[in-house]
């Protein structure tokens, strides 16, 4: 039975957590394949181009101490992914250069394993997400969906989610991906 995405407990991706991440990713219909690093670049400054390689670099981007994301548990059971990090810490192909608001962060990815997709998890991870990137200083909030009907980069998110949570679409990322933003409320001094 999937708990409400109000019990699940969301966590940042550090050395602590990778063995976590691992068990997720290599679990079953989990993003093995590309390790979320189509849009990083190893320590190295290198584009890992397969599967190990793409592995290996992610573990070393974590060690690092570099921001990936967070996961999601349920029952202390990994079930869920979301990229979110310094726009950056990417390779700039995601999305325009224009950064006058302030700092921003990027949400390339979002894996909610099959079991639990449908309660609700995605929005809790976006929650946290927005408020990591709060707390590390972002003004804004950019992600990458595609239209509901798009055969592919689904990984992204839809459109309609995000646009539903304020986000608004400032430019496009190729033919399919839409580039949306959400500004973050300014941090006080107190923040």
């Known amino acids: 039975m999937v708990r409400p995405a109000a019990a ?3 966590r940042e991706v550090t050395p602590a957590t990778w063995a976590d991440m691992e068990r997720l990713f290599a679990g079953r219909g989990g993003p093995s394949a590309c390790w979320c690093t189509v849009w990083r670049r190893a320590p190295d400054g290198s584009r890992p181009q397969r599967g190990p390689a793409r592995h290996e670099a992610m573990a070393g981007i974590v060690a ?14 990994p079930v869920a992914w979301c990229s979110v990090a310094p726009r950056a810490t990417f390779v700039p ?3 325009p250069t224009d950064d006058a608001a302030g700092p921003v962060w990027s949400v390339p990815c979002l894996f ?3 079991d639990h997709r449908g309660a609700g998890v995605m929005a809790a991870l976006l929650d946290a997400a927005e408020e990591l990137a709060h707390a590390s200083g972002a003004a804004v909030l950019e992600a990458y969906p595609v239209d509901p009907a798009s055969p592919s980069y689904g990984f992204g998110g839809r459109l309609p989610f995000f646009l539903a ?15 949306v933003r959400r500004p973050l409320p300014q941090r006080t001094p107190r923040d």
């Open 93 to 95: 192909t995601m999305a």
């Open 112 to 114: 909610v394993r099959r």
């Open 64 to 77: 690092a101490g570099t921001p990936v994301g967070l996961l999601a548990y349920d029952g202390g059971e």
């Open 8 to 10: 699940l407990e969301v």
């Open 165 to 179: 949570r304020g986000y608004v679409e400032t430019a496009r990322a190729g033919t399919r991906r839409h580039v």
